[in-house]
Structure formats: C-alpha cells, structure tokens
C-alpha cells in the first residue's frame, strides 16, 4: 500500500523525463534549423553582394576599355554592363531584407542618374568629341559610379561579416549538440531505467499486495466455511432433539438422553466460541496473565485421564520427569495448551495407535512433548498449523473437524509466557509438538490493560 | 416405500437421523464414511470395495462419484446433508450427481420432507 505513491511519483517523472527528452530534441532540432537557415540565408546575400561588386568592377573595366577602344561593340558592352548593375542591386533587394532594399532603392535611384550620364557620355564619343567624353565620365558617370560602389562595398562587408557570424554561430551549435545530446539522452535513459525500476519493483509489490488480499479472502472463505460448518454440525444436534422433545411423545429416560445430548452440542458451540474470543484476546495483547506457580506433571496427568476416558482406541503413555521445578503461569491456559495438544494428537490418528507425553528439564527451561502415530504433517506445513484458520486441505484431513484456531491458540499462549511451540513429522509416520517454557520466568505484560471477562 | 442410506461421521447428527426417520416406513441404514464400521451387507461396503475408498480420505463427494460410476446405481437419487452452503459449494453437489440437498442445521420435519420430495420426484 507504500508503494502506491512511489508509483504515481515514479510514473509522473518517467512522463516529465520522457516530455523533457522530447521537448529538447524538437527545441535543438527546430533551434539548429532555424540557425542553418540563417547562416544560409546569410551566406547567399554575402554572395548577391560579392557579385554585385563583381558587376561593377566589370563596368569599370569595360568603360576604360571603352576609352581605348570606342567601337560600336565596346558601347554596347559598356551599356549592357550599366544594366547588369540595375540587375545586380535588384537581386540584392530580392535576396535581402529591409535594410537591403533600402540601400537597393538608394542605389538605384544613383543608378538612373548614372545611366543617364553613361548615356551623354557614349553620344559625346559618337559625335567624335572624346574631350567632351572624359568631361561628363569625371563631373558625372564616375561620382554616381563611385557613390554606388562605396555604399555596395560597405554593404557587402558588413553582409560578409554577418555571414562568418552565423556561420560561427552555427558551428557553435553543432559542436554543443553534439555534445550535449548524448549527454543529455545519456541521462534520460538512466533516468528512465531508475523510473522502470522503480516502477517495476512498485508492480511486483502490488502483485504481492494482491496476491496477499487472494490470500486473505481464500483464508476468510476457508474460515466462513469452516466455523459455518462447525457451528451447523452441533446446531443440527440442538434443534433435531429438541424438536422431538417438543413434539414427540417421550419417556422421561428419553428426555433426560436428549437433553444430555443437547447439553453436549451446546457445549461443543461453547468451546468454538471460547475458543474464537481466546485467541481474539491473545492476539489483541488483552488477555489477564496469570503468574501463579504451576506443576506441568499435574496437568499432564489430568489432561491424560480425561482423554482416556473418550478415546480408548488410543492408549496414552506418559513419561514424566518426576523432578520437574513449577512453571509460573496459568494453569487454566497451560491446561489449555496441553488439551489441545493432546486432542490434536488423537484426532489425526484415525487409525488409532499411542499417544506419548513426555516432561523434562532442559537447562532453564521445561521440554513437553506430544508424540502420535497418526497422518503426520507435510514439511511446507509445519509452521504454517500455527496460523489462525489454518488447516491441512488433503484427502486424509477431509473428513477431521477442526476450527484451526487450536494450535494458534496454543502458540499464543506459549509466547504469552515466553516459551516457544514447534512441531517435527514424518508424514504418514506421526509427529511430535514441542513446548518449551522457561522455568520461574515472569509471564510477558500484557501490552494493554486487559477488559472484563465475558461472563 | 423406499430403502435409504445415510452416510454421517457426525455422531449426534446420526442420532437425530435416525430418530427422525423411525416414524417413516422407509427401511434406513446409516453409516458413517468408515468403511471398516460397515457392516458385510452394507450397500456401501459393496461400492467402496469395488471403487477401492479408504476409511480416511474420502468423503461424500467421492462416495457419490462411485454411485454415479455404476450404471446399476443410476436411478439411485442422491441428496447431500451438508454445513457447506456457500455459493461455490452447493455448485459442487450437482457437479457431483446431487438431486437436492439439506443445510445443516435441519429439523426432523425438513428431513422427512425433503426425503419425501426427493422421491416424489423420482417416482415422477
């Protein structure tokens, strides 16, 4: 039950490990992106501008050429080259931003009023007047030309520049990436395996939790049936008889037999309960201890005289340390344990056979043991007859009665008095309970005040 | 008329059986599982030996399975007399061949009734 918010933590920070992987992959990738297009971007207007110098320097080329050579084909070249230039500030407007396409706009307005001069200056060389030529060339077309290229270069510089930033820039990034990334997956995996661990050792707990409430109701459906089988059966007994008496016509012999009869049933029903409300006591801490000096033989003995009577079938044999110390505790509980230990013994040995008791000191501490010769128990079972409710599900134990609350009542009350109860078998062979009980020892308190006895 | 057998472990509850029954014209035998306490005649010694059920391990869904298994025995209904009346256990009677059964506690006039709408019903 723990581990239910070490789940729901645990999946919430596989959910927030698993987003955060996600979210960093698509901010690197988009972020990346973004900068490769940048540095693209800025690369190709480094190059619209590289171009356009390339353009001009051509003009200029071409125009003292021209000076040299004042052929029909020169001025058409030159003339060409003037509008290769307009071509070249146009493409930077188109391949730059704003800034670009003022400076565009600035350039081309230069440009008419450089064309313009051009003009004069190829009808002055056609009129055979190259004085006049080399007079518009200076005064006019070459400051427009000059006033073009300075503010071109400018640009082109600082574009150049922005290029080898981004560029930079973008190396940059790639090298963090590079790194980063695996660092940063490296972690999310170890973070994802801890969260799958912490997840999976959270589902084997539940199953475990599960699988231990199946155990529960299993052992609850075991016990409704159980103690509803055990009352039913002396119930049976109680309103069978006493419905004859009630209705039959009975000799007063045969109402004395029925009685007696009733009276054992009623008994049998008064046993379980005792016994039900004992071991509720004992394992809520509120049963009354008792720290009376106790001589173990004595109840013994008693025990073996009352179960001969019952049980011929069964010899019971005694070996009894004759100089055994006194026990302090109860000996209505002692004798408890010791019935309980005895009536077991004769109920798993259907097919009769001894029963042996023994005493004995062992250091500080008094030996009892039961021996029969019964079903025995199997090995997986020899501690778990200890647990309430539980019983023995095989063909042999079918058909025996039992609540199993005797030998959890019997291990109760030894830990009361801080002895310890074991139990030794050979199944199909017989077993032997152990009760060891520390001699004079005080009986364990009672860890709350004990209530009043029913009546 | 019928011959009926009753198979109980439990002492007093054969009594009241018994008892109940003795005002019936019925011919009653009963029993208890231990097959060494039958007597030679028993019907049920016959079955057990024949189906090999031991005095200690078998119970009266093993007996009723014997019945079931000789077809001579088919007409033969059978009623559980039982303290086990959850849900999954009374499924178990019809699993085993039951025609019926009585919870236990029972009086002797839910015994004597339920005997006699058992064998209303299979001489209907």
Redesign the interface.
Known sequence: VQSVPASRVASIGLAVVVLSLAAFSVFAAFTTRTQIDQAVRADELANTYEAGIAVFEEQERLKLRFFLDPSAESAIRLEQAGRDMAEAVSEIAATGGAEDAELAREMLALHDDFLAATERLLGAMAAGDPVQARLIDENLAQPYFDSMQTLLTAAAEKRVAEGRAALSALETRSQWVIVAAPLVFAIGFVLLLALWRILSQNERATQKTYREIEQLSKLR?EF??TV??????????????S??MR?EELTVAQMREFAG?IN??AQRLARLISDMLDLDRMESGLMTVIADPVDLNTIVIDAATQFRLSSASHPIDLDLDQGLPKLTGDADRLTQVVTNLLSNAIKYS??GGAVELRTRREANAVILTVRDHG?GIPSEHLETIFERYSRIE???T??IQGTGLGLPIVRQIVQLYKGRVWATSEPGAGSVFHLQLPLMASAAPAPRATRPQHA | MARIVFCEDEEQIRKVIELSMRSTAHTIEIQGMAAKAWPPSSAFRRICHRDRLNDAGDDGFALADAIRARPSFHHIPIMFMTASVQRGEVAEFAAHGAAGYLAKPFSPADLRAKIDALLAGVAS
């Open positions: 459906g409704v049936s509803s089988h055990e009352f039913r059966t002396p119930l049976t007994g109680i309103q069978g008889f419905e004859m209705d009869d054992k049933d259907p097919g079903i095989s063909m042999a079918h058909t």
